[in-house]
């Protein structure tokens, strides 16, 4: 795998995702009942964006830096939309942004302490850190295989809550994307018929305007036509951050199955803010649909 995230940690794309996460989390969180939070391409857990990756490629600044920045003088909504994320993020960091969590930290520092985390991490080396960055924790088990392969064995979980992360690498070449969104449409449909009132988050790149369409069409068709899922109950927030085309990535976003009570409220109060203070250029835009509402 030529995929090494560190890269990209922090950028535009993993505001969007953890952002939605965040708010998830939080939402699961009211309800006293444990849950399980079960992430198929974990990564390291932690990002050091003072670290090597991070300087040769800044993408963060980007991101979560301008976020940091800003968001003190942002909206109220959009203050408490952003606050189960940044709340984490100001834990981990005194003053100066360095520390970025990835979804693993984030998920351990907003679940409670009956809850539990399973989380796949197919390369050893990414392995290690991410038990580096988990630590001692004994809600935490952590696995090093395919979480494509891992999903249907965690499925249902004993708590009979929770979330699943499904959020591969998506390297570079058009066959290996193709190939991940294959994939994940294949676990999605399995997934949800194992476990069908889970509460799922797929993240996907927007380099490819019709790959994106088609496999949210594809999933809608699997989950409501085959699967009997409620259309409403079907989630789509994007946010892309100059017109959509060649070159570096300018899109993505997340499908969200089942998603927690207010959580798409408060995305619809925070995306266009997030919009406009990261935008990188004409064309930038973003949409939070319920795929009833899309039609």
């Given amino acids: 795998m030529n995929y090494r995230h560190a890269f990209h940690a922090g950028n535009f794309a993993d505001v969007v995702k953890h952002v939605a996460l965040a708010l998830s989390f939080d939402r699961l969180n009211v309800k ?4 399980r939070y079960i992430d198929t391409h974990a990564g390291i857990g932690l990002y050091d964006l003072a670290g090597d990756e991070a300087e040769r490629s800044p993408e963060w600044q980007d991101g979560v830096g301008r976020v940091w920045s800003a968001e003190r003088g942002a909206p109220e909504a959009v203050r408490a939309a952003l606050a189960p994320w940044l709340n984490v993020i100001r834990r ?4 100066v942004l360095q520390h970025y969590p990835g979804s693993p930290v984030l998920a351990a520092e907003i679940m409670r302490k009956g809850d539990t985390l399973r989380l796949c991490e197919l390369h050893p080396e990414s392995a290690d850190l991410l038990r580096e960055a988990m630590g001692r924790d004994k809600r935490v088990k952590i696995e090093e295989r395919d979480g494509f392969e891992a999903l249907p064995a965690y499925l249902p979980p004993p708590e009979r809550r929770g979330l699943v992360l499904i959020d591969p690498p998506f390297e570079a070449g058009t066959s290996e994307r193709k190939r991940d969104f294959d994939w994940m449409l294949k676990a999605a449909v399995k997934a949800v018929k194992r476990w069908p009132v889970g509460t799922y988050v797929f993240w996907r790149p927007i380099k490819d305007v019709d790959a994106v369409r088609d496999f949210d069409g594809e999933l809608a068709d699997g989950l409501i036509e085959n699967g009997g899922l409620a259309a409403e109950k079907l989630l789509v927030a994007d946010l892309w951050v100059r017109k959509i085309g060649p070159g570096p990535l300018s899109g993505a976003g997340v499908v969200i199955v089942n998603p927690p009570f207010g959580v798409a409220e408060h995305l ?6 997030l919009c406009e203070l990261m935008s990188q250029g004409d ?4 949409r939070v649909e319920r795929v009833a509402e899309a039609g």
């Fill in 32 to 35: 006293d009942t444990p849950y």
């Fill in 92 to 95: 981990l960091n005194s003053g």
């Fill in 268 to 273: 619809q109060a925070v995306m266009p803010w």
């Fill in 283 to 286: 064309g930038a835009g973003w």
